[in-house]
């Protein structure tokens, strides 16, 4: 009696309650903020916390500010404006720097994109400093657009790394053929590249998104009142005195929002994109 079609049935079973366990964990952190968002200041410092507590809008209240008159509106639409406009600006260069390394013949490509990527290694706190002052001389302290700039330095090499991977998949023919048919470059980035390489440029966009929204070390030493952004208005909540569990955890909530409705509505195109060269 054959037993291989058994062992694969138990393999996969034993697979896929690995998934859901290793599910299960990463999103159990998620649920019991949301939870403690829900509650009050006196029930969220209980210990061991309360399940059962009453809910209230409190946090909430407090985040919008009920309590203190402090709007998170202007810091959550800088964050919005750094991290949509550094994402473009990524996409724009990543796209055609992308496609010189995959598609046109580029010497020691492989040189190239390990310089991209020697560029992740420096720590960012060790280029603080000199951001700063580069910052202080030429009056950009406090500005939003210093973000956009970062931003879009600190996520390129990435990008670059992930189009190439996503780029390189793109059929030769269908080059060739729009070249035969006297496509230029631009029409060839957005009439053929664009629309078959989608799910990689949808998954890029989405990781530089996230990348761009969390970001605080930068935001929180090089803004002030004009350019905060929402993580660092979220670090106003924690103070040494008094409680406030629930109002960060209420922020945290409304804050991550954005990036949750970001990644469910391009789910799809996220998990084809990253798929992308898995399978040759």
């Known amino acids: 009696m054959n037993s291989a079609p058994l062992i694969r049935r138990r393999t996969g079973s034993l697979l896929g309650l690995a998934a859901w366990l290793c599910g299960i964990a990463f999103f159990l952190p998620?649920?019991?903020?949301v939870l403690t968002s829900f509650h009050s200041e006196t029930d969220a410092a209980t210990n061991p916390p309360s399940i059962v507590a009453g809910l209230s809008l409190h946090g909430y209240r407090e985040f919008f500010g009920a309590g203190t008159g402090v709007s998170p509106w202007p810091p959550l639409i800088n964050s919005l404006t750094a991290s949509v406009v550094s994402t473009l600006?990524?996409?724009a260069l990543a796209v055609p720097a992308a496609y010189a390394l995959s598609i046109k013949p580029v010497r020691k490509w492989s040189d190239v994109m390990f310089f991209f990527l020697s560029t992740k290694m420096l720590p960012l706190v060790a280029g603080l400093l000199p951001v700063y002052l580069v910052a202080q001389n030429s009056?950009?302290?406090?500005?939003?657009w210093l973000l956009v700039i970062l931003y879009t330095s600190m996520n390129l090499p990435i990008a670059v790394w992930m189009m190439r991977?996503?780029?390189s998949e793109v059929p030769g023919e269908i080059m060739e053929a729009a070249s035969i048919d006297g496509a230029g470059l631009h029409t060839t980035l957005?009439?053929?590249v664009a629309p078959i390489a989608m799910p990689g440029i949808a998954a890029t966009a989405l990781i530089s998104f996230i990348f761009s929204w969390n970001e605080l070390l930068f935001a929180?030493?090089?803004?002030?009142i004009v350019a905060g952004t929402a993580p660092v208005f979220l670090t106003g909540f924690v103070t040494s005195q008094g409680l406030f569990l629930a109002k960060v955890c209420a922020a945290a909530t409304v804050i991550s929002l954005p990036v949750l409705l970001a990644g469910f509505a391009a789910q799809d195109k996220l998990v084809q994109g990253l798929s992308l060269g898995a399978v040759k």
């Open 30 to 33: 998620v649920a019991w903020m």
């Open 89 to 91: 600006l990524v996409l």
């Open 139 to 144: 009056g950009m302290l406090d500005s939003i």
């Open 165 to 167: 991977s996503f780029l």
């Open 190 to 192: 957005t009439r053929i």
């Open 220 to 224: 929180r030493v090089l803004t002030g």
